[in-house]
Structure formats: C-alpha cells, structure tokens
C-alpha cells in the first residue's frame, strides 16, 4: 500500500469528530481526494468492524 503524508488536524467536539485538511495541502486533481479521505479514516477495517477508523462503531473502541 502506498503511503502519503498530509497535515491534518483531529477534532473533537462533543461526540462528533472529524480530520480536517487544507485544500492547499491536497492534491490539485480532485479526482484523489476520496482516497485520501477514505484512508485517513481509516476505511475500509479489515475486520469489518469500525464504520469511520476513530473509535466509532463498537462501544469497547
């Protein structure tokens, strides 16, 4: 598997989480961009378990 580096930000607040990126630190071909996205949630889980790659899905996570 081919590995990027990207800055990126964790946020929290509340229950609701995400990873923010800036455009500028992205690729100019957007067509890249859902990969990226995909695999800095860390989808798909090879277990099948984990819906968004950061603790969602299972209450032990």
Not at 8 to 17: E, I, K, L, Q
Not at 20 to 41: C, G, Q, S, Y
Request: net charge positive; glycine share 12%.
């Amino acid at each position: 598997m081919r590995q990027l580096k990207l800055p990126a930000v964790f946020m929290r607040g509340g229950t609701s989480n995400a990873i923010v990126f800036k455009t500028t630190d992205l690729p100019v071909d957007r067509m890249l961009w859902p990969e990226i996205f995909r695999a800095a949630m860390g989808s798909p889980d090879p277990f099948g378990r984990q819906l968004n790659g950061m603790g969602g899905s299972l209450s032990s996570l």
